[in-house]
Nanobody, 124 residues
Framework: QVQLVESGGGLVQAGASLSLSCAAS????????MGWFRQAPGKEREFVAA????????AYTDSLKGRFTISRDNAKNTVTLQMNSLEPEDTAVYYC?????????????????WGRGTQVTVSS
């Protein structure tokens, strides 16, 4: 089992930055993929970014690349999503997830463990 706890969400104005963190505990994360997804009201959950735990390989949804950066701290078992130049369209609940394979998948159904999410609200 893997437990994931997200933090760092909040209410910000457009143009601001936020850093989301995901703390993982439980099974040893040696070859996993960790990802961030988001879900806005009335919309499907969408892929944001992913990173392989063992090597510095990342994937981003094209529309967010350049504004969002995913990184990991293996020693602390945390993954961070740095979000810059936030827009009202970024308002959503952001979820951290773990895929036990190193596939760097963009598909939510490939992920095995999920956090409860953290709310990000961007006002115009």
């Amino acid at each position: 089992q893997v437990q994931l706890v997200e933090s760092g969400g909040g209410l910000v104005q457009a143009g601001a930055s936020l850093s989301l963190s995901c703390a993982a505990s439980g099974r040893t994360l040696s070859s996993y993929t960790m990802g961030w997804f988001r879900q806005a009201p009335g919309k499907e959950r969408e892929f944001v970014a992913a990173i392989k735990w063992s090597v510095s390989l990342t994937a981003y949804t094209d529309s967010l690349k350049g504004r969002f950066t995913i990184s990991r701290d293996n020693a602390k078992n945390t993954v961070t999503l740095q979000m810059n130049s936030l827009e009202p369209e970024d308002t959503a609940v952001y979820y951290c997830a773990v895929d036990v394979s190193p596939s760097l998948s963009r598909l939510s159904y490939d992920y095995d463990y999920w956090g409860r999410g953290t709310q990000v609200t961007v006002s115009s």
